[in-house]
């Protein structure tokens, strides 16, 4: 602010007294004083307006950096989501895949099995009628002498165990061959 005082000519100087002088200068510098405390108080609020401003800028910044940091971290989420989700995928297309594996391989082994039952069940037969041709051929001679010794003859309990000996024996031979 700019005082002005009001302009004194040169024929009302000399009638101002000394006191009047003496308040005039008091007023001057109250003032003066006033001036610059209201300059110092616009300073001061200018440096608190620019202080605001700074800190609303660097809030600001920091907002908008959390901002990008937030948007970051969903795009990372829904990416670990997309991967878990085709791990799951993947997952499961293993299971089945392993599950079908584990199938044909028992139906594999289901089938060697049985095909070795079925070999085994043969060998017996062809055994069970080598037996009978061998009887057969031996009770034209023994018939006369069976009937004589008839008392002697082995009941049908001992031939199902001199089979089932016999059966025992070749299933041994036939896994130890594997």
């Keep these: 602010m700019v005082l002005a005082l009001p302009h004194l000519?040169?024929?009302?100087?000399?009638?101002?007294?000394?006191?009047?002088?003496?308040?005039l200068q008091k007023q001057y510098l109250e003032l003066l004083q006033m001036k610059i405390e209201l300059e110092e108080s616009c300073k001061k609020k200018e440096e608190l307006l620019r202080d605001t401003q700074r800190a609303l800028?660097?809030?600001?910044?920091?907002?908008?950096?959390a901002e990008r940091e937030k948007q970051l971290l969903e795009e990372?989420?829904?990416?670990?989501?997309?991967?878990?989700?085709?791990?799951?995928?993947?997952?499961?297309?293993s299971i089945i895949q392993m599950k079908e594996k584990m199938m044909t391989e028992t139906e594999n082994l289901l089938r060697k099995r049985d095909e070795k039952i079925q070999r085994l069940e043969a060998q017996i037969e062809m055994l069970i009628e080598k037996k009978q041709d061998n009887k057969n051929d031996c009770t034209s001679e023994t018939k006369a002498n069976d009937k004589e010794e008839n008392k002697s003859e082995r009941s049908w309990w001992s031939k199902i165990y001199d089979i089932i000996k016999e059966l025992s024996l070749l299933l041994d031979k036939f896994f130890s061959y594997g």
């Design 9 to 23: 000519d040169g024929e009302a100087a000399p009638t101002l007294q000394p006191s009047q002088d003496n308040e």
């Design 57 to 65: 800028a660097e809030e600001k910044a920091k907002r908008e950096t």
């Design 76 to 93: 990372r989420c829904k990416k670990m989501q997309e991967e878990i989700q085709l791990l799951e995928i993947r997952f499961n297309k």
